[in-house]
């Protein structure tokens, strides 16, 4: 009988803790630079499907991340984005109710097709290069 009250009372404090919640800062100065321009990827990165609610079994977000990524039961899907793929940064939202401040890109990835955003966080944003430092056009 204690060991399922203990799974309980874990899952009373799962559901409990808030979700993150994002706003845009964009328009501010410091990342209208970023803004549009296109830039390769460095290496082969995770493209992850993120289901933010669970019980829907329904990627709700991509996350772009250098491997080896995460596990859990919110990650549906795992697919690689390969080196050289062109995204561009589209927005910039930063966590309200996160420890720290934790700002996160909006993601463009050139061919993927998708309604859900994709998101990099700002920390492996040197994950990435401007195109014309690569040779491109």
Avoid: W
Avoid at 19 to 33: I, L
Avoid at 97 to 103: A, H, Q, R, V, Y
């Amino acid at each position: 009988m204690r060991f399922s009250y203990s799974v309980l009372i874990l899952l009373l404090v799962a559901c409990s803790l808030p979700r993150s919640e994002y706003v845009d800062v964009s328009h501010e100065q410091r990342f209208q630079g970023l803004l549009g321009v296109p830039r390769i990827t460095k290496s082969d990165l995770l493209l992850l499907g993120i289901d933010s609610y669970p019980s829907k079994n329904q990627i709700s977000y991509f996350m772009l991340m250098p491997r080896p990524g995460f596990e859990g039961p919110e990650v549906l899907s795992r697919s690689s984005l390969p080196s050289g793929s062109v995204v561009r940064i589209v927005g910039v939202e930063s966590c309200t109710n996160c420890g720290s401040k934790s700002n996160r890109f909006v993601l463009e990835v050139e061919g993927m097709d998708r309604i859900e955003p994709v998101y990099l966080r700002v920390d492996f944003a040197n994950e990435l290069v401007e195109h014309n430092q690569t040779g491109g056009q």
